[in-house]
């Protein structure tokens, strides 16, 4: 995971999240009965949030990468980001708005990784 480019890394978050079912709202990830699972990397986990689809790409939240991705992915989100969870990311509130689509989370990480191809 190491040799990852972040470009990298938000193209296959945005793969994994990609198929129908494979994206989450409200928890990082969730196995196959809809269960939330403690994190991302959880063998069970079969959809994820957009934070967790990276975290899963990268092999943790706490990997120096995980934070490299998500500063790129915020750059391309919207400034003014409703805070439904204050102990929440911009990027959680962002993903997990009622509003939210999963074809607009896979576009934004594509967005993010265009943008740091071309950085």
Sequence with gaps: MADLTIAEVLTRAADLIEPEGAWTQGDTARDADGKPLPNSTEPAAVCWCVLGAIGKTV?????????????????????????????????????????????????????????????
């Design 59 to 119: 092999g943790g939240a706490n990997r120096p990468m995980f934070s490299a991705a998500r500063k790129a992915l915020r750059a391309v989100l919207p400034e003014d980001i409703e805070q439904i969870d204050e102990d929440l990311p911009d990027e959680a509130n962002w993903n997990d708005a009622p509003e939210r689509t999963q074809a607009e989370v896979v576009a934004a990480l594509r967005a993010a990784a265009e943008k740091a191809r071309q950085s």
